[in-house]
């Protein structure tokens, strides 16, 4: 018997293995499409969430791909269309790094009443990684990609067949130059191939629905997706998961206007200027927090030189985390935690810790995070006939398809403590 090559070209092609075998730590929603979420809380419990407990997302079939067939290509505002091997990508530029806490906008959508279209994500959907890859800008420079302010990169996934709809995302040029990786490692092993193998696009601190995975083609362009000749190009619709999905539809708003360009990219801020964007793109990542010790339902004793330690931890998107408060009766009072271990940048897990000198009984403890913009984490979803657009009086807005919910009531857990 030969030995194992467990070399990175030898990805198994294990996509015969179902999912829930493959991803023992994940809860599957469901497996084709693969859609899966973390178990417990307790999987970002290390700055790193395993490769094998990281949440799944996938619109389409999982592709199985051949990395040394595979090829990403270059289009529009360049100097001429070229097409890169993933030899070339990974081998021609410097590589960089980035620890980024990704969060599906689904995730939450649990806790929309009445119910929310989509698989029902609870807070599972969220997953913490260092990706490793080859900044995009290197890439542009090399073969004249105009990067100029207000322009886009929109960005295409290679794994729908026949009419299906084109996973694409325009991601604005500045954020691209500042942050976007072309990643094909994810904590230091190739992705597996629910993950994106070979190559993914890493936008750190936004929504998972921009990081498109199973890249296939890069096209500079002066505008997003929008328009007849993105919307049926080739027979198939490029717009749909730029310009329908990922957006902040409240209920009482048909389809949403689909704007060519923008220049407020802070999802937050597209929430709140109702004015300019009547229903925000899911970008950056709202701030948010999650209690993992203790856990849910526990019994719990408490003497004086005891006290009870609450930890958990907080991420956001462009801005960091500045604060976490903790509350253990429910929301009527609040203390300040402190951030405990390393702070491993703007786009990482913060933990927070706070000891409890608790007494006997009940009690629902809740974590409430605030951004260094002092945009905190509202208490609860708003119902649907509130209509809100953004984040008002400690109302998430509901909207049509669940996305983008930080509120922090339904995160609480309840414990007791007895004798
Ligand atoms: N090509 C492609 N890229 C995609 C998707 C997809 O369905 N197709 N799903 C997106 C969504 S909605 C999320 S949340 C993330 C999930 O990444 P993960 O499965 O590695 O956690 O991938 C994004 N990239
Ligand atoms: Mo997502």
């Not at 497996?31 to 419990?45: D, K, W, Y």
């Not at 009443?113 to 029902?120: F, H, I, L, Y």
């Not at 991420?315 to 009766?329: F, I, L, P, Q, Y």
Request: charged residues 25%; hydrophobic residues 30%; contains cysteine.
């Amino acid at each position: 018997m030969s030995p194992k090559d467990y070399s990175e070209n030898h990805e198994p092609r294990n996509q015969q293995i179902p999912l829930a075998e493959k991803y023992p730590g994940l809860v599957v929603l469901s497996a084709a499409p693969a859609n899966a979420q973390i178990a417990s809380r307790s999987h970002l419990e290390g700055y790193l969430t395993p490769r094998e407990d990281h949440y799944i997302r996938n619109h389409h079939r999982t592709p199985e791909i051949d990395e040394s067939e595979w090829t990403v290509s270059l289009t529009g505002m360049v100097d001429e269309d070229v097409e890169l091997s993933i030899d070339e990508i990974k081998h021609s530029y410097s590589t960089e790094s980035v620890i980024h806490v990704m969060e599906c906008s689904g995730n939450g959508r649990a806790y929309f009443t009445p119910e929310a279209e989509g698989d029902q994500w609870t807070y599972g959907a969220v997953g913490s990684a260092i990706w490793t890859g080859t900044p995009v800008q290197e890439i542009l420079d090399e073969y004249g990609g105009v990067t100029d302010d207000g322009l886009w990169l929109s960005v295409m996934g290679g794994e729908a067949v026949d009419d299906e709809d084109v996973f694409c995302r325009s991601i604005p040029m500045s954020k691209v130059i500042d942050d976007c990786l072309l990643a094909y490692e994810m904590n230091g092993s190739p992705m597996t191939a629910e993950h994106g193998y070979p190559i993914r696009l890493l936008v750190p601190g936004w929504y998972g629905n921009n990081s498109v995975k199973w890249v296939e083609r890069m096209h500079v362009m002066d505008q997003m997706v929008a328009g007849d000749e993105w919307e049926s190009k080739d027979g198939r619709d490029y717009t749909e998961y730029q310009q329908s999905s990922y957006r902040i539809i409240p209920a009482q708003d048909d389809e949403p206007e689909r704007y060519s360009s923008l220049d407020v990219f802070s999802t937050y801020d597209q929430m709140q200027a109702t004015d300019e964007i009547q229903n925000a793109y899911l970008f950056d990542q709202l701030v948010k927090s999650l209690i993992i010790s203790p856990q849910e339902h526990t019994t719990l004793t408490s003497s004086s030189d005891e006290r009870i330690e609450i930890t958990g931890v907080a991420w956001s998107g462009d801005d960091t985390v500045e604060r976490v408060e903790v509350s253990v009766d429910g929301g009527d009072t609040w203390r300040e935690t402190e951030f405990v271990g390393p702070d491993l940048g703007r786009h990482a897990l913060r933990k927070f810790r706070y000891n409890w000198d608790a007494e006997q009984g009940e009690h629902t403890l809740l974590s409430r995070a605030t951004d260094e913009r002092g945009r905190k984490q509202p208490a609860t979803v708003s119902d649907p006939e509130a209509g809100l657009r953004g984040i008002e009086t400690e109302k998430y807005p509901w909207n049509q398809n669940g996305y983008g919910n930080n509120a922090y009531v339904p995160l609480g857990i309840s414990v007791t403590i007895g004798e």
